[in-house]
């Protein structure tokens, strides 16, 4: 489990959210969760974000807006070149979902569902687990299927409701 979190950690901090295999690893696709156009505004994202102290996880994450919803997402680790990437935010069923696109590699999309809980920002990666070798003719096709298996556990890679990747602090004012 701790391989696991390492991982998933690497490909946040190096895609924002861009891990290299091992027991899970998160899904990348062509087309993002909905329309960067029709992107909801969330204002709470914006600043920096770091793990908790009761976390071993060492990586900064600040947000911020490129105008109207739009975001970009600066990805800091120790001894790592930082990473800038766009993002926006998505809807699905009543829970948001951050859209992250790895715009230096290969392009794809990459999803973080969150929520911010007791002024701390909750994120867990949309696994390829239960995708499998599935694909999407298009981001509609995608966004369906996605909202059909919300509950189950193989979308965040066999993580259960109340299980999150990563519990971060907001840093600075």
């Known amino acids: 489990m701790l391989t696991r979190m390492n991982t998933r950690t690497s ?6 959210a861009v891990a290299l295999l091992l027991a899970g690893c998160p899904y990348g696709s062509e087309f993002p ?3 960067p156009q029709q992107a909801v505004r969330d204002d709470a994202l914006l600043g920096s974000w770091k793990p908790t102290a009761e976390s071993e996880e060492d990586f900064l994450l600040t947000f911020r807006s490129e105008g109207g919803a739009k975001l970009s997402v600066l990805a800091e ?3 790592e070149e930082p990473a800038r990437y766009p993002a926006f ?5 009543g829970r948001r979902f951050l859209n992250v696109r790895d715009t230096e590699d290969s392009g794809r999309w990459y999803f973080a569902n969150y929520l911010f809980h007791q002024g701390r920002l909750r994120l867990r990666l ?3 687990e239960l995708v499998g070798e599935r694909t999407f003719p298009s981001a509609e096709e995608l966004a369906a299927f996605l909202l059909a298996n919300l509950d189950d556990p193989r979308l965040y890679g066999e993580q259960e409701a109340e299980e999150w990747d ?3 602090e907001r840093q600075g004012p």
């Open 166 to 168: 990563w519990e971060l």
């Open 33 to 35: 969760l909905g329309s």
């Open 126 to 128: 949309v696994d390829d």
């Open 77 to 79: 680790s120790p001894g």
């Open 89 to 93: 935010v998505a809807e699905l069923g």
């Open 11 to 16: 490909r946040l901090a190096l895609l924002a």
